[in-house]
């Protein structure tokens, strides 16, 4: 069954303060505790659903970063709620030595970024909004999926609403990692804190 940004519409109904900011990771075989290493994070109590999550974030200074982790099959599943670290590539570029590194982000302004990065190389990144606009080493791997997945291509404005759907809708294509309204509502998350620079 092909996945579409149509799957994702109820992100913003149902995590409306998630949606708001965030940043959403995935990275292959690597385990919470060693993903908040390479981070070098502080480990943090576990917390049930996202609306728990959130409502810790916002609570922290802005020296912190808040970041939930729980594994979904051979990925671990990385929320920053109002979170950037995960598209900053002198963070991310490191830790995803030997290991591959998905994420999409969009902020308070509509602007976001989608990144595939793999041991330590930009494979693949660009802005959701502007899908036309990519750079990496291997940018074009996915246009087929960006296409069929729903991002908009062409000159009139995007909806950046429906560019948030896809950028999850791709991010499911390329690693088959589903984060559902359940898994996010009522999963356990191991939590983390992460300095902010």
Not at 112 to 132: C, H, M, Y
Not at 164 to 175: C, D, G, H, P, S
Request: with cysteine; net charge negative.
């Amino acid at each position: 069954m092909t996945v579409t940004a149509d799957d994702y519409s109820w992100f913003e109904d149902t995590f409306p303060d998630l949606a708001e900011a965030y940043c959403l990771t995935l990275v292959k075989d690597l385990a919470s505790a060693d993903l908040l290493r390479r981070l070098d994070g502080e480990e943090g109590p576990v917390l049930t659903g996202a609306a728990a999550v959130v409502k810790a974030a916002y609570r922290l200074g802005d020296s912190q970063q808040l970041v939930a982790m729980a594994r979904v099959g051979p990925w671990t599943l990385m929320i920053e709620p109002n979170g950037h670290l995960g598209v900053d590539e002198e963070r991310a570029l490191p830790a995803s030595a030997g290991t591959t590194w998905i994420l999409h982000f969009c902020n308070v302004n509509g602007l976001g970024s989608f990144l595939w990065a793999e041991d330590g190389g930009v494979r693949s990144a660009f802005e959701p909004v502007l899908p036309d606009s990519r750079w990496g080493s291997t940018p074009d791997d996915q246009l087929s999926a960006m296409h069929r997945v729903g991002f908009h291509f062409g000159t009139d404005a995007p909806d950046v609403d429906r560019s948030v759907a896809a950028a999850f809708a791709l991010a499911e294509t390329m690693t088959g990692v589903r984060p559902t309204p359940e898994l996010l509502g009522t999963t356990a998350f191991t939590c983390g804190f992460l300095r902010v620079r």
